[in-house]
T-cell receptor, first 111, second 111 residues
Framework: NAGVTQTPKFRVLKTGQSMTLLCAQD?????MYWYRQDPGMGLRLIHY???????AKGEVPDGYNVSRLKKQNFLLGLESAAPSQTSVYFC??????????FGPGTRLTVT | TQLLEQSPQFLSIQEGENLTVYCNSS?????LQWYRQEPGEGPVLLVT?????EVKKLKRLTFQFGDARKDSSLHITAAQPGDTGLYLC???????????FGPGTSLSVIP
């Protein structure tokens, strides 16, 4: 089993560009999450999903959109990237709200 | 305001030393998890504690949940360079609540 995978691993965007981060899990988990991790800020929840076709806002949702069309996939979109969105993005999945399994991360730089 | 605080923020020790890191809150949690994150990777779940006063051991790592379920500690015996990483605690107030993460303790074990 691959667990949780994320693509791409690295990306550089210019301000105003858009992109989509893809997260895939093969553990049949209902719950999926997108976090961003910044120095000294810990992991902050952007959006999450409790099942296929559902999404909800987390702590820092502004500037991001998500979709969960298939149970195994959770997409994070940036419509108009800003330098403040430079961060490391982690996807996670779980059976319930806790005991989450994380992907390897995507390092995004917005110039 | 961080609902979960961790101390110390940074810790650098010599191989073979013992150490304890702490996770504290003013709120009661139904469960607490500890994760370890190595540089360039996603967090990996180490343990979940759910009962006040509970102690769990994972080889040289000992985890304790406070009696009042507001705090937790992680003790490492005879630290090794492979223990180097960011240790994150995470908690949920109820089994239906989203997990929140502390800011982490960055541990460096020097050979």
């Amino acid at each position: 089993n691959a667990g949780v995978t994320q693509t791409p691993k690295f990306r550089v965007l210019k301000t105003g560009q858009s992109m989509t981060l893809l997260c895939a899990q093969d553990m049949n988990h209902e719950y999926m999450y997108w976090y961003r991790q910044d120095p000294g800020m810990g992991l902050r929840l952007i959006h999450y999903s409790v099942g296929e076709g559902t999404t909800a806002k987390g702590e820092v949702p502004d500037g991001y959109n998500v979709s969960r069309l298939k149970k195994q996939n959770f997409l994070l979109g940036l419509e108009s990237a800003a330098p403040s969105q430079t961060s490391v993005y982690f996807c996670a999945s779980s059976y319930s709200y806790y005991e989450q399994y994380f992907g390897p991360g995507t390092r995004l730089t917005v110039t | 305001t961080q609902l979960l605080e961790q101390s110390p923020q940074f810790l650098s020790i010599q191989e073979g030393e013992n150490l304890t890191v702490y996770c504290n809150s003013s709120s009661v949690f139904s469960s607490l998890q500890w994760y370890r994150q190595e540089p360039g990777e996603g967090p990996v779940l180490l343990v979940t504690v759910v009962t006040g006063g509970e102690v769990k051991k994972l080889k040289r790592l000992t985890f304790q949940f406070g009696d009042a379920r507001k705090d937790s500690s992680l003790h490492i015996t005879a630290a090794q360079p492979g223990d180097t990483g960011l240790y994150l605690c995470a908690g949920a107030k109820t089994s239906y609540d989203k997990v929140i993460f502390g800011p982490g303790t960055s541990l460096s074990v020097i050979p």
